[in-house]
């Protein structure tokens, strides 16, 4: 089942539909322009007929329905998905969401994590936050090349992305187009949010290597462009800001053991920045990794969300995290065969078909 029928729901939908051995079996959304009709038609870019109606009442969808996987696409925050996750659990249906705190929600909510954990252990399901980032770039990723260290004493990533695809909301969240001094009110009054994920993948990459973190801080600064740039969506003059620079660091003491950065603007190539995602692990042996240009952050997110399914449908029960399950891996099979088979580990607790 597909909860929120947005950018990211559509693109999940439209590569579940082109799956073997998955089925969609319902769509929630709550806007009214998708509400009543047929998923194909709700999608963006539309697809043929489905025979699935979007529907906006969720507990009598899942009531009927009974799906053996949910997949939530419609908010980044733990506190707009947790009524959904909860309704979902509570039906019995496994979870995975691209909300953005959920990735490792005990570093915003340790106890609303471990009710999610509780509900849906006594559910016998299990609940995920995966996405490009956080889930996969700066913590997953990461996470596996210290694979291959015997010793890991630094973690230094950058995510350089291009936000020029990326509509009106999107912008206002990282402050493109405001003066250097409307950038900085904007950070003080939350509007400008920047990267959410920074707690979630710095808990995860220290909790999967065995560190305890004494404190994280953020850094949000402008990008302000030397240059004219423009998008489809928006014009910048120079002296105005093009995007937002936000990066973290994780420390042990007063030692900064983790240090993530995740700049993000418009046009990045006007002023000859590249994009790419870099990683550097220090330590024995000494790491480091270049994928240029970065790996594209709206199909990589549609991706995990359904390569994820077959592991989390296998999983042990209760809230799990991108470290703790196998190695993220494109599924280009019958889905049923990784389930059941057991190259995932075997389907203990599954029953019949995979919807
Ligand atoms: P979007 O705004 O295009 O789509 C959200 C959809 O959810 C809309 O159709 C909306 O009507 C629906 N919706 C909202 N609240 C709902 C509710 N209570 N019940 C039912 N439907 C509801 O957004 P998007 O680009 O598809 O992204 C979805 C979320 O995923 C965003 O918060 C985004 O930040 C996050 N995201 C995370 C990652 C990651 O790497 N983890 C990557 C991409 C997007």
Redesign the pocket.
């Known amino acids: 089942m597909i909860?929120?029928?947005?950018?990211?729901?559509s693109g999940i939908a439209s590569a579940l539909l082109a799956k073997e051995g998955v089925r969609i079996v319902g769509a929630?959304?709550?806007?009214p322009r998708?509400v009543g009709r047929d998923m194909g038609a709700a999608l963006s870019p539309p697809r043929p007929g489905t025979g699935i109606v979007v529907t906006d009442i969720p507990t009598a969808l899942l009531k009927d329905v009974r799906p053996h996987v949910c997949v939530i696409?419609?908010?980044?925050f733990l506190a707009d998905v947790l009524p959904q996750v909860k309704a979902a659990v509570g039906a019995g249906a496994n979870v995975i969401t691209?909300?953005?705190e959920m990735?490792f929600p005990q570093a915003v909510n340790k106890g609303a994590s471990a009710e999610i954990d509780r509900r849906a252990r006594e559910a016998g399901v299990s609940v995920l936050g995966t996405?490009?980032?956080?889930?996969f770039v700066l913590d997953t990723l990461i996470i596996a090349l210290t694979g291959a260290c015997t010793e890991v004493t630094g973690i230094r990533a950058r995510r350089v992305n291009d936000l020029s695809p990326f509509g009106p909301t999107v912008l206002k969240t990282q402050g493109v187009g405001t003066t250097p001094e409307e950038f900085q009110r904007g950070v003080d009054a939350g509007t400008i949010v920047g990267h959410v994920?920074f707690a979630q993948s710095l808990s995860m990459i220290a909790r999967a290597v065995g560190w305890g973190l004494d404190r994280i801080d953020e850094v949000k600064e402008p990008i302000v462009s030397q240059t004219r740039r423009q998008t489809p969506f928006i014009e910048i003059e120079p002296g105005q800001v093009a995007g937002c620079d936000h990066s973290a660091r994780g420390y042990i003491g007063d030692d900064e053991v983790i240090t993530l950065e995740h700049p993000q603007q418009i046009q990045p190539e006007a002023e000859g920045k590249e994009t790419g995602d870099f990683v550097t692990v220090e330590g024995t042996p000494g790491v480091r990794m270049a994928i240029q240009p970065e790996i594209a952050?709206g199909i990589g997110?549609m991706a995990l969300a359904v390569n994820m399914i077959p592991a989390v449908v296998a999983a042990q029960p209760g809230l799990l995290t991108m470290d703790m399950l196998p190695v993220p891996r494109s599924i280009m099979g019958d889905f049923r065969g990784l389930v059941f088979g057991g190259s995932q580990g075997g389907g203990e607790g599954v029953r019949g078909d995979v919807k």
């Open positions: 909860w929120g029928l947005g950018a990211m729901g929630i959304d709550v806007d998708k696409a419609t908010s980044s691209i909300a953005e990735a996405g490009i980032n956080p889930g994920g952050g997110t």
